[in-house]
């Protein structure tokens, strides 16, 4: 039987299936002709390269409002999580010991099975290759495939998921998987962040869900709730979860502006949080130029107000707080409100350089 009667016989048995059948066998045509002597080329111009972009970032540091901008664009479709990428993260909320948390990513999905290994490692058709190679190419072809089925319903031109930057490999992974996928990278100042963090803690304790906060961490939250401004005076951190932040800010972002030029050049940007708030239109046109789609004044517009706080906020204004939304403030500069001294002092130990290095500080005097 040749491969054109394969094709046929299998569309006329079941619509679902003929639809996944063509659609693998179109991304497997396109794949071989990536790779067809461009294993080198990763460095591929705009009309040549992948409909898949990412926009990545430490949660609470603007991933959906940027994922809302960008989806306003009639030529690009952005959503999320999709959890393509972090295989070495899991849910630690859902298992503390991580015996039998659930696969986050789908990289982790395909690089822990141990069958699909085994096949790899003893099929005819791939056991003298790298083991790795052929579970990156599985892992390239099977994301594009759900990305671009996505796409292919909408009309528009470009999708990208929302992936968060859960662990320090995540460029590093997509620079082997996807090298020829652009990135935007949302970067965000870690004290707000950190904020930010503290509130949806407490935010989703509240509101019944699962959640990594102490005893006296919920504590700390009830008490500014309720104005119990003697108890916040002494600070709404404790000393280890401030420590923890701070770290993971610094050990996240501070690898991903390292490896993301490096390992993706020009497919890979970078956003600050405080410059869409202060010039939205003139960051938007450059993200939207960096993807390649139509950059016009009044498409600029349109994404920005479609995105805006009152919107997205179903109507307060930009600063006017209100805790149980996941849109809780949509400001710059908010730590002030929060950080005691001794507040500043840990975050200075555990990412006051990275501040220095990104702008956010000249010195360690604040």
């Known amino acids: 039987m040749t491969a054109h009667h394969a094709s046929e016989l299998i569309s006329s048995q079941s619509g679902a299936l003929g639809r ?14 990536k790779l067809a002597g461009r294993k080198a080329d990763v460095e591929r111009s705009r ?20 994922t809302r901008i960008l989806d306003s664009h009639p030529e690009v479709l952005c959503k999320g999580e999709g959890r393509f990428f972090s295989a070495g993260w899991k849910r630690a909320d859902l298992d503390p010991a991580n015996d039998r948390a659930i696969a986050s990513s789908l990289y982790y999905a395909l690089t822990h099975s141990e069958h699909l290994r085994l096949w790899v490692e003893r099929s005819v058709w791939s056991r003298d290759g790298d083991p790795d190679e052929h579970i990156n190419a599985l892992m390239r072809l099977a994301t594009e ?34 090298p020829g996928a652009r990135i935007i990278h949302i970067i965000r100042d870690g004290r707000d962040r950190t904020v930010s963090s503290m509130h949806r803690g407490w935010r989703r304790a509240s509101q019944g869900y699962l959640h990594r906060l102490s005893p006296e961490e919920l504590a700390k939250g009830e008490a500014l709730r309720e104005g119990q401004r003697e108890r916040t005076e002494m600070g709404v951190f404790t000393e280890v979860w401030l420590r923890q932040a701070a770290r993971n800010w610094r050990l996240l972002v501070g690898r ?26 003139e960051e938007v046109e450059r993200l939207l130029g960096f993807l390649g789609v139509d950059t016009g004044k009044t498409l600029v517009e349109h994404c920005v107000s479609q995105a805006s706080f009152e919107k997205l ?39 006051g350089e990275l501040l220095i290095r990104l702008g956010y500080e000249e010195d360690f005097d604040w």
């Not at 992948?50 to 609470?60: A, H, I, Q, R």
């Not at 992936?163 to 998987?177: I, K, Q, T, W, Y």
């Open 20 to 33: 996944a059948y063509a659609r693998v066998s179109d991304l497997g045509e396109a794949w071989r002709r």
């Open 47 to 66: 009309s040549d390269s992948t409909p898949v972009f990412f926009v990545t970032g430490l949660g609470k540091s603007g991933t959906r409002w940027l």
């Open 145 to 178: 495939y759900f990305l671009t089925t996505g796409l292919s319903k909408t009309g528009k031109r470009l999708v990208g998921d929302k992936s968060p930057l859960l662990d320090e490999a995540f460029m590093r992974e997509v620079g082997a998987v996807y």
């Open 256 to 281: 991903a502006v390292e490896d993301g030029p490096a390992l993706l050049g020009s497919n890979y940007t970078e956003v600050r949080y405080e410059d869409l708030l202060v010039r939205p239109n």
């Open 313 to 351: 906020s179903r109507g307060r204004e930009r600063g006017e707080e209100d805790p149980s939304s996941f849109y809780r403030k949509g400001v710059a500069g908010d730590w002030r409100n929060y950080f005691t001294e001794e507040d500043g002092r840990v975050f200075k130990e555990e990412a």
